[in-house]
Structures are given as C-alpha cells and as structure tokens.
C-alpha cells in the first residue's frame, strides 16, 4: 500500500467514526447526543472536514458495464435520463478508452448519494437489456415483412425504442417515492422530510460536480417518426411489469419482467 493509499485508507475510517458520531447525536438521550456531537466537531477540526465534505463522501459514480464503440442512440440516452430523474441521480454518456478492447467506448454513467446510483444502474441495464430484445425483434419483423414501415428496419426500430422509453417512463416514476405525494415513508418519515433530503442529494451531487469539466448534451433532431413503430413501442414498453423488492440491506431493487 503506497502512503496516498494509506492517507485515504485512514480518512475513510475517520469519515465513518464522524458519521456514526453525528448518527448518535440525534439519540433521544440528550448525554449521549451532546458526546457524540462534540467528538463529531472534535475528529473534524482535527482533520480539517467540514459536515459538508463528509456528506459528499456518500457521492459516487457508477458506470455501466455495457457500452458501445459508436456513440449511444437517442433511445438510450433517454432510458438513462428517465431512470436517472426517477432515482435522484445526474446521467451522464461517457467516453473513455477501453483496454480490453483498444478502442474508446460509450457508456451510460450515473452520480448520485450511495446506494441511488447502484440502484439507478440495476434498472438502466435491466430495461436495457429488455429494450434491446424487443427492438432487435421488431426490426426483425419489418425486414420480414410482418410490420409495415416507410422507413429502414434500422430506423424503424429506432422509433418503435423511442415509444417503448415514453411507455415505460410512468411506470418508473411510480416505483419511487415523489414527495408530498407519499406522505409516509418508513414509520418516522413524511413527504415533506422526503422533499428535504432529495433537496439535500441534490446539492451534494452539484457539489460534487462542481470544476468538473461536463460536454454538452447532443441536441436531438426534430424528426417525423414512423406511427406504426410508435403504436407497437408504446404498447410493448406498456407490457414490461415493474415489481419493487426489497435487496439486501434494504435497499430497493426492482423485478423486471413482461407480461
């Protein structure tokens, strides 16, 4: 282990301890809380941490396993902005050289407060996955003759995955809580806490991105879409089931399946 690794290694474990400290000065027991809050100061005068930057240690990036040598589709960037915006986390397209295969690579890259960005990921490339087959079906079926376009299969299924994102994207929005309109999260929480904290999550994530150099988002094309490949995306997006489960150390997954 080199001496940066070490410095980290050590200012993780003193960002934990701070964290349990200020987790403990919110116990009913007004003894208790006053000592877990002055060792809280204590470590962070030490170390010269403010409350702000050990909120921020709780921001991270996850990047998807799966990429692309060309640059994403539209209907890809659009599945990671909607599963981005219903998760409260930043979706961003990266592109970075790739060893394994010598060639740069983009691929759908998600900031957020732990374990959002996780979570956020588990549903992009679960619903990716699910978009991809049906797309590569339909196309098959227009090559076959068995859909009607005026369009090449390609772009054909380009649309039919565009309508197959919109149909999708209530069923998303309603697997997660959206503030005043769940007034009871957990026994102790309310809307207006759940408002607070995304608030929170969010000023933490601009934080985090703030000297970071961001590109500009491709600015989309107005394009006359195909109406069948629209009917027949919005209508396979509307037979994918999205069933919340509860993971591991409570965290929310989700079950995606069709029916």
């Known amino acids: ?17 701070i964290k349990r400290c200020l987790a403990l000065s919110k116990s ?5 809380a006053a000592t877990a809050m002055r060792q809280a100061q204590a470590l962070m005068r030490e170390y010269r941490l403010t409350e702000m930057d050990v909120h921020l240690s709780d921001v991270g990036e996850v990047e998807s396993e799966k990429a692309r040598a060309r640059r994403r589709p539209t209907w890809d960037l659009h599945l990671g902005s909607i599963v981005g915006e219903a998760f409260g986390v930043r979706s961003f397209s990266r592109r970075s050289w790739c060893k394994s295969t010598s060639r740069v690579m983009d ?12 979570i956020a990921m588990y549903a992009y490339e679960a619903l990716l996955t699910k978009l991809t087959q049906a797309r590569r079906e339909y196309v098959s079926q227009v090559r076959a003759g068995k859909q009607r376009s005026s369009y090449s299969p390609e772009t054909a299924g380009d ?11 209530d069923k998303i929005h309603e697997l997660v809580p959206q ?16 408002v607070a904290v995304e608030a929170q999550d969010k000023a933490l994530i601009e934080q985090y991105l703030s000297g970071r150099e961001i590109g500009k988002a491709r600015k989309a094309r107005e394009i006359e879409l195909d ?4 009917i027949a995306g919005l209508l396979a997006g509307q037979r ?16 995606i399946g069709m029916t």
């Open 159 to 169: 649309h039919f995955a565009l309508a197959w994102v919109s149909a999708v994207h």
């Open 28 to 32: 009913s027991n007004e003894n208790e």
């Open 107 to 118: 691929r759908e890259l998600f900031v957020g407060v732990s374990p959002a960005p996780q």
């Open 1 to 17: 282990m080199t001496e940066q690794q070490h410095d980290e290694s050590k200012l993780e474990r003193v960002i934990r301890k």
């Open 179 to 194: 503030g005043e309109e769940d007034l009871a999260i957990g026994q102790h929480s309310n809307g207006r806490e759940l």
């Open 227 to 230: 109406l069948d490949a629209q």
């Open 240 to 255: 994918v089931e999205l069933n919340p489960g509860l993971a591991t150390g409570g965290q929310e997954a989700l079950q």
